[in-house]
């Protein structure tokens, strides 16, 4: 595997060494509302370039990190599960190797091909979910391959009590009646995250965690197909995040960012910080 031409910045560790892998996933094909999501990994490589490799919040330094970037895949944007089949491929070679997987999106439907190579490997796998919606719906217009129902797909995988969700603020009724039945609900913020890392991390517990930025509040994030009134502010997004990089993380993803939607590219630059304070925290 050869690093990317355009690499996130300080993210130019050869693939031997590196402890970290990222990788794009440009695909969009179920959005619901605004497409342009797959134009968001290509988009946060190219505008890095505007950010320092050093975090003031966390006083570390890209540059110490061994993180491989090795660019977007070439995916069928006529089949969702083509798409995903190519995603996990991707997912369990790195896996294989030793490394843990970061995946950009694309949109959130992405994660579910990473998470069925992850969860092969860690049958007792978690999720912390960050987003504005539960994505919960068994089906969105008779498709069960949706962003809309990617969450409802992961509980195919992993069951009851194993999906933490945070910040939801967006769902249809059944939505939040399914939650209440079968998942971990946090709506609105991240009350009960510090608690649950605590018990996470001390239990060892393997966690995925999957940011979707409209978690974001659109004042702050208006450059995704879906924004939701009433999210975080990029503060708090950042310490739930150092939260989180408290557990087991065994991969991660980051999604969601449609850039052209934002001409000003203050979403771009606000995902850019997200990822680079994501991985300096693992």
Do not use: W
């Not at 083509?82 to 030793?98: K, M, N, P, V, Y």
């Amino acid at each position: 595997m050869r690093k990317n031409v355009e690499t996130f910045i300080g993210c130019d560790c050869d693939y031997a060494r590196a402890e970290t892998v990222l990788f794009g996933a440009p695909f969009d094909s179920t959005t619901s509302f605004r497409p342009g999501a797959r134009f968001g990994s290509a988009a946060m490589r190219h505008e890095s370039f505007g950010l320092e490799t050093y975090s003031p919040y966390q006083d570390r330094d890209l540059l110490d990190c061994r993180v491989f970037d090795s660019g977007d895949l070439e995916l069928c944007f006529g089949s969702a599960e083509s798409a995903l089949a190519d995603i996990e491929a991707r997912t369990e070679e790195i896996l294989s190797d030793g490394k843990r997987p970061v995946l950009l999106g694309g949109e959130h439907l992405v994660t579910l091909g990473a998470l069925r190579a992850v969860v092969r490997r860690h049958p007792g796998l978690h999720i912390i979910h960050f987003d504005a919606h539960a994505d919960l719906r068994d089906d969105y217009l008779g498709a069960q391959l949706s962003h809309a129902c990617v969450m409802r797909r992961a509980h195919d995988l992993l069951g009851d009590g194993r999906i933490h969700q945070f910040c939801i603020r967006s769902g249809d009724r059944e939505e939040f009646r399914f939650a209440k039945a079968h998942t971990d609900l946090h709506p609105f913020s991240f009350d009960g995250l510090e608690a649950l890392t605590q018990a996470l991390a001390a239990a060892k517990t393997p966690v995925y965690f999957t940011i979707d930025l409209d978690c974001l509040d659109p004042s702050a994030f208006p450059g995704t197909g879906t924004p939701e009134a009433g999210g975080v502010r990029f503060t708090e997004l950042l310490q739930a995040i150092l939260l989180v990089a408290r557990c087991n993380v065994v991969a991660a993803d980051v999604n969601e960012l449609a850039p052209m939607l934002d001409p000003s590219g203050v979403s771009t630059a606000t995902a850019c910080k997200v990822l680079r304070e994501l991985l300096l925290a693992l």
